[in-house]
Antibody, heavy 119, light 109 residues
Framework: EVQLVESGGGLVQPGGSLRLSCAASGFTFSSYDMHWVRQATGKGLEWVSAIGTAGDTYYPGSVKGRFTISRENAKNSLYLQMNSLRAGDTAVYYC?????????????WGQGTLVTVSS | SYVLTQPPSVSVAPGKTARITCGGNNIGSKSVHWYQQKPGQAPVLVIYYDSDRPSGIPERFSGSNSGNTATLTISRVEAGDEADYYCQVWDSSSDHLWVFGGGTKLTVL
């Protein structure tokens, strides 16, 4: 059974930093792309970052230069380092598994971890 | 950037058929995936590659994609289908490479 468990969320002041982690199990972690997707309260889903099996990374402009996605295959773990946080980054952050290539398929999601940016 | 447009809400009586649309420029040329999200829960994949169903998803859920509109169809709607539904595609020309629609709240009357 595929399991994705996020941790590391919490309250942080504007301009601060936070590192999210995602522990994966039930599949061959190194063989899959991985994603972070966020959802502000009452809002829709927003893709935040992705990392391929070769370590290639992708970000939208809203977080590029502030967020860094990384993976540690030996530990079946995914990370998101978030710097220069803003109030607009407040959201539940989901770790998710993706299929490679141009299909864009994201097939499994974790339960999410809440990040609150506030003074 | 590529934009996916969904109706904010759809209402349907139990036992009837619900259709949730997802509009995008020439979306028929892309693979569309659909997710169900119930309150306080993570999204769950219900349709992938336009019309395929993951194991465990009832046959009542189906999908189609042509032209500028993709559609998620839920037949014989049950109270437990009440949720938010999101369509999603991958678009290499967008800032957000993985693009989500704004979501549709399905209400079972």
């Amino acid at each position: 059974e595929v399991q994705l468990v996020e941790s590391g969320g919490g309250l942080v002041q504007p301009g601060g930093s936070l590192r999210l982690s995602c522990a994966a199990s039930g599949f061959t972690f190194s063989s899959y792309d991985m994603h972070w997707v966020r959802q502000a309260t009452g809002k829709g889903l927003e893709w935040v970052s992705a990392i391929g099996t070769a370590g290639d990374t992708y970000y939208p402009g809203s977080v590029k230069g502030r967020f860094t996605i990384s993976r540690e295959n030996a530990k079946n773990s995914l990370y998101l380092q978030m710097n220069s946080l803003r109030a607009g980054d407040t959201a539940v952050y989901y770790c998710a598994r993706g299929e490679g290539g141009s299909s864009g398929l994201i097939d499994y999601w974790g339960q999410g971890t809440l990040v609150t940016v506030s003074s | 950037s590529y934009v996916l447009t969904q109706p904010p809400s759809v209402s349907v009586a139990p036992g009837k058929t619900a259709r949730i649309t997802c509009g995008g420029n020439n979306i028929g040329s892309k693979s569309v995936h659909w997710y169900q999200q119930k309150p306080g829960q993570a999204p769950v994949l219900v349709i992938y590659y336009d019309s395929d169903r993951p194991s465990g998803i009832p046959e009542r859920f189906s999908g189609s994609n042509s032209g500028n509109t993709a559609t998620l169809t839920i037949s014989r709607v049950e109270a437990g289908d009440e949720a938010d539904y999101y369509c999603q595609v991958w678009d290499s020309s967008s800032d957000h490479l993985w693009v989500f629609g704004g979501g549709t709240k399905l209400t079972v009357l």
